[in-house]
């Protein structure tokens, strides 16, 4: 075998953490060979983007390597100075960021923050620079390389913006591209149209690209080996093939089973819990207290990564790596929630009928108003009781503001809501105190729409305490619907900043549950939480829908994840209704161009594929 | 603020000011005794007092006076001064231009010490300089400027050192070296408060571009720690800091009120205060509303200075 490229060698990297050190990695092994694509996969706190920043020496200053080395070429990184990285940085090494609105400099032309590092690295002139930068741009697609030289980050579009770092990292066509989730703040069709982007420059430029990310559909489409990460350990590393249809490790088994599919309605999974921090953790199993199969050895003794048959390049980090017990450890999980068998929507059990909503934002006073924006055009649905409708579109197509009109939010709406025959809009004050209960919303960011400063007692109480419930009555279903949302009464008394993202999600869940609600508008309940915790709070959804017979408006840019949970979508591009229809027909034959674009837009893997053969 | 908005802002601006001048209307109308009982004193007979009444417009109802006032000071006629028995125009203006030298040679001087200073401590974060820095900062910020100036004349304006006057004025034209010398102490005075204040605004604004994240990828780019901090760094730490620097106009503008008393320095301040004690009514109004009109164009500039150099505001 020849030399690796970068060696990654028994690397344990902690954190100061006020007078104490709190472990982040540890002993974390990885070779990548020039020319190749290696996925680093893990949840929220794994390790990822320390493993990476490690590599370019640039942790914070807080961290500590502890033990290991990193060696590119024979050159150690961690010890090298400032000169030698300067070297290697942006001309051997180069990296793209989650980012790009905040990657590049504000106040520079997109342009010159490229020609910049030819300068510096490659010798060229002012001229020269630039003409490279634009065939630069050209070479990323980008179809009018002299405007977006010219034109300041915050003028062009996050796609757009990746496209100009991405063509930055590879403008001295570096041995190694580091890619920290470079698709992950950007929309879902942007975000393959990058995915193939890279996939393409790989393939011509043969860079070696070390490529991190919470997503595995993303990794899958783009890595021939895949690393993955939990908790600071590397659990299991191989062919991206094995990893993905032949792994011999129950945490990535059941991140597997976690992942939402496209493709059809299957039971996603959610692991129980969340992931340890515990210092002391690297002494057994870090998973060994959510995993279904560990035995007393798991929390006794640290596993090795133990080489799997037929040869050694695929590893797992398992007590019982070679045991067909693990198979089985997931698969007595929860039935797929199937769509509704009810007959569609006679009029007798509709809920909710919108018709004709538009939303209109005035800017500025009216003294000097600029022409109001129209961010909802004439939107029309039916929502029958105890269905899911999925509201789904990318970044700024309406979703949020639709779901603010419906519950009277939105001083600019005009047209109809009609919540159990009564229209929305005509309600006095009585009636919207009457209806709020009824209808209830939870956002997206569980950390800014919890009170900091209220008990999970207190929040989830509140709704009753304004409805004038009983303080007795109050303890007793708080009770109820914490259990209902697997919190116990452990939780009554903690605040939100004792909770983990999972478990705040859970806790505003509670509050928009307690007063048994008709209608429950979720704006995109699970988009901040990792894919374990997501598929727990889908199943948390289905189960609760089916205990208080209620309707969801499921607000999502995630496809994969409205496959699962909903019976008809909606599809919103800029403010208008694209496309709407059951969701087995709207998903197998989208009739819409958008549709069909969104859809194959979401990265897709199959995790049976027996065979390898180039990855997607 | 986008540049779209300028002209709103000069809207605001201007409605500002126009409450303004009401209150300082009103508030020179409720204080006891008119300008004609503080002309004649307390025992002038009822007669002389109607006459001068008559005279200055105080039989007339209050709206008319406060147009006539309001309606003089836009046309450029900024009416008598009642103690001095000269027009207010051409007093207002000299003490103005004196008062605006203090200012812009203050922030001037400020503006060379406390950037550099500010940027120098943010680049070296935690280490000795950067301490030192922040607690001659704390102890600037701390002083009053009533203790300041009588300590700099204790120390600078009487024997043994006597290297400056210790109060007044000589005019530009007369003596250009007589003009700067009586300027040292109060502009040193002023200086020290506002260096303090915005050498801690450099300092945290230059820390926050160095944790941005563009300021990581220009590293991680291999550019040399010098140009990462001169290309990337200081161009949008500065844009903040100059902003801060046209607020801080406005600012002085109260504390120039103390300093100018203190060394006897004839600028508005000290004409305010002139005309509160004498009861020089036409006198205090005008200044106000001049002083109202300085705190207010130093916003505007403010805002127009952030809006220029941030490319986000100037070319959406
Ligand atoms: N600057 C820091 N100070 C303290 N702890 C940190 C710091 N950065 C990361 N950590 C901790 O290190 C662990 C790994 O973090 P990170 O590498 O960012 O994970 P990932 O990129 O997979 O989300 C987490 O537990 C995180 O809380």
Redesign the pocket.
Known sequence: MPEPLLEIDGLS?S???GGRR?P??AEFSLAIHAGEVVGLV????????????AVMNY?????VVERGSIRYRGIDLLSADRATLDGLRGRRLAMVYQDPGTALNPAIIAGDQIAEVLRRHLGFDEAGARQRTKELLRLVEIEDPDRVYRSYPHQLSGGMRQRVMIAMALSCEPDLLLM??PTTALDVIVQAHVLDLVRSLQRKLRSAILF?S?NLGAVAAIAHRIGV?Y??ELMELGPAVRILGKSRNPYTLGLLAAVPRIAGREAVQGIPGAAS?DPQRFGRCVFAERCPSAEAICLAERPRLLAVPPDAAQRSRCHFANDPKIDRAWSQGAAAPTPSAQPRSAGADLLLEVAGLSVEYRQGFRLFARPALRALRNVSFRLPRERVLAIVGESGSGKSTLARAILRLEPGASGRVLFEGADVFALDAAGLRRFRRKAQIVFQNPTSSLNPQRSVFELVARPLALAAVPRREQRDRVRAVLAAVGLGDLYLDRYPRQLSGGEKQRVALARAFVTEPLLVILDEPTTALDVSVQAAVLELLAKEKERLRCAYLFISHDLAVVRQIADEVLVLRHGTVQESGPIEPLFEAPANAYTRALIAAVPSFSTDRATGGSPR | MALALLPRRIFYGLVSLAILSVIIFVCTHLLPGDAATAILGEGATPAALAALRARLGLDQPAPLQFAHWLGGVLTGDFGVSTTLNQPAGPIIAERFLNSMALALVTIFCAAAIAIPLGVVAAVRRGSRLDGTILTASYVGISIPDFVLGPVLILLFAVPPLALFPSSGFVAFAASPAGWIAHLVLPVAALTVVLTAHLMRQTRSGMLDVLNSDYVRTARLKGLPERLVLWRHALRNALGTTLAVLALDLGYLMGSIVIIEEIFAYPGLGRLIVYAVANRDIPLVEDVALVIGTVYVAANLVADIAHAMLDPRLARP
């Open positions: 990297i954190f100061r953490v709190m982040a990695l893990g949840e929220s706190g794994s390790g990822k983007s320390t493993a990476l920043f942790l914070p200053e807080n961290a920290d989730e991190v919470h990460l908790a600071g921090r």
